[in-house]
């Protein structure tokens, strides 16, 4: 439930950057998902839903770990696109 608020809009915009762009190159896209996803994860849980943490909390997720695995996501996103 808490990824699918970021890396679905993540993957949306990643693909939208990669669009926008001259060309179509995979791994441009994981570099975008790369920053877009961790801004995903700061603008909707820290600025927006900021409350939502104490569920999460409440399920035994600490803040630094939702954060270091979006980050984690996010890099292993990019590992497998910089392989494609």
């Known amino acids: 439930m808490f990824y699918s608020r ?3 809009p993540a993957f949306l915009f990643s693909f939208l950057a990669l ?3 001259s060309s179509f190159n ?3 896209a994981g570099i975008s998902f790369l920053v877009i996803a961790p801004l995903m994860h700061y603008f909707i849980y820290e600025a927006r839903f ?4 104490v569920f ?4 035994g ?5 939702l954060w270091i695995s979006t980050i984690a996501i996010s890099v292993f996103v990019k590992l497998i696109t910089g392989m494609l």
């Not at 999460?56 to 399920?59: E, V």
């Not at 997720?61 to 770990?65: P, V």
């Open 26 to 28: 995979i791994n441009a």
């Open 6 to 8: 970021i890396m679905i």
């Open 56 to 59: 999460y909390a409440n399920l």
């Open 61 to 65: 997720f600490s803040r630094k770990i």
């Open 50 to 53: 900021a409350n939502e943490y």
């Open 19 to 21: 669009f926008i762009g």
